[in-house]
């Protein structure tokens, strides 16, 4: 079986979507399944067998991301289309409507990933629109784009229920992202803390990810002013980049913790994040906005435990059969709540190593090999074969 795959989005640009196509590819064929993928030039990138690269420009106020320009990314999409059985959208913009068009003109089967929960993001890209009026908006176009397919993939049983509650009627088959082997070779905590600088016992907490508004950095910046006063020297460590970055390091200006906060920028995601995760005593996370929230099993594959908000996709992973998992601390969703226990994670160090194994063999259960299996059997009901 051979898959087209279409995205607004890949690497070089780091974000879930990017890191879930990689890992599927890897993994389809394995299980018979050849993919093509047809994504934006970013530029300079060298030619990689099975991906076609298309024109694109930046995104006006956010450089990190490019629109493809529509005709020639219809005209790739249609031409490799035709020798693919299957197409697979994996965004909702061009890459949706390019996607729709060849598999009309051709009469193939297309399904799409419902990869962020859009209705809880548009507001920090327009704040004077009015909430309520973006929120229908985004339900209604979501809706409309899911109900056109023949099928779709959430990451999540939380996301599955929203789009149930928009309206989507076709079938929503639940698919999160699995983690490759790669991400368990272990990272160098050492090397990562002496080539910044860091105290070998600092207490250090970490969170990777995109620096956008809707990731909710802010309240981990406001979690680490309350943990100041119990652990004078505890540190978070913010890699990426995004919008939200000079918002955020003057909000860490006027909570007085720069010098208990540190932005990094983004990390080589194969030779310098593994190290990261390593380096770090705790993964704080709290974004409510999730429709998976892989980060959070990058960091247990490392050994670092998690302190999330179990809020939309993240719950599947803190807590899949109500309880929290091996290596997870569900938070409170207050800042002071979230604050304590970040403070008892970062204090308590004889219990790390416990804490650590057991973050190691939760992770291990989520295989990217078993997540591709699901996948191509989806593939193979709506093809036929």
């Known amino acids: 079986m051979r898959v087209l ?42 030619p990689v067998p099975g991906i076609v690269r298309v024109p694109a420009r930046p995104v006006p106020r956010d450089p990190e991301d490019r629109i493809a320009r529509y005709r020639p990314l219809r005209a790739a999409v249609l031409a490799a289309a035709a020798d ?62 899911c109900n056109q397919v023949d099928a779709v993939v959430a990451p999540s049983t939380a996301m599955r229920d929203r789009l149930r509650a ?47 508004f809707e990731k909710n950095i802010g309240f981990l910046l406001e979690a680490m002013a309350r943990v100041r006063a119990d652990l004078p020297d505890a ?47 705790v993964f704080a996370f709290a974004s409510r906005t999730e429709t998976q929230g892989l980060v959070l099993l990058e960091a247990l594959a490392q050994g670092c435990p998690v302190l999330a908000l179990a809020a939309m996709g993240t719950t599947d992973i803190l807590a899949p059969a109500g309880r929290p998992a091996g290596g997870c601390v569900v938070a409170p969703d207050d800042v002071t709540g979230y604050a304590d226990a970040l403070a008892d994670l970062l204090r308590d160090r004889a219990g790390q190593a416990a804490r650590s194994a057991a973050a190691r063999a939760y992770a291990a259960t989520w295989s990217d090999r078993a997540m591709a299996a699901r996948l191509a059997t989806v593939y193979r009901q709506l093809t036929g074969a």
């Open 84 to 145: 693919c059985d299957l197409i697979h959208a994996q965004t909702p913009f061009a890459a949706h409507y390019a996607a729709l068009h060849a598999a009309r003109r051709l009469g193939k089967p297309i399904l799409t990933t419902y990869h962020t929960l859009f209705e809880e993001y548009l507001h920090h890209y327009a704040p004077f629109a009015p909430a309520a009026w973006l929120r229908a908006l985004a339900r209604r176009f979501s809706r409309g784009q």
């Open 235 to 281: 540190l978070l460590l913010i890699t990426g980049e995004g919008p939200a970055r000079a918002d955020l390091e003057r909000q860490a200006a006027r909570l007085g913790v720069t010098g208990n906060v540190r932005f990094l920028g983004y990390l080589d995601r194969r030779a310098e994040l593994p190290d990261a995760y390593a380096a770090a005593d």
């Open 166 to 212: 928009y309206g989507v009627e076709r079938p929503i088959h639940v698919l999160p992202t699995g983690l490759p082997e790669s991400r368990f070779q272990p990272g160098d905590r050492v090397r990562f803390r002496a080539a910044r600088g860091i105290d070998p016992d600092r207490p250090v907490a970490l969170f990777v990810g995109r620096v956008a």
């Open 5 to 46: 795959m279409v995205s607004d989005v890949y690497f070089p640009r780091i974000n879930g979507v990017s890191t879930s196509i990689e890992s599927f590819r890897a993994s389809l064929p394995e299980q018979g399944v050849a993919s093509l993928l047809v994504a934006p030039r970013y530029g300079g990138e060298a």
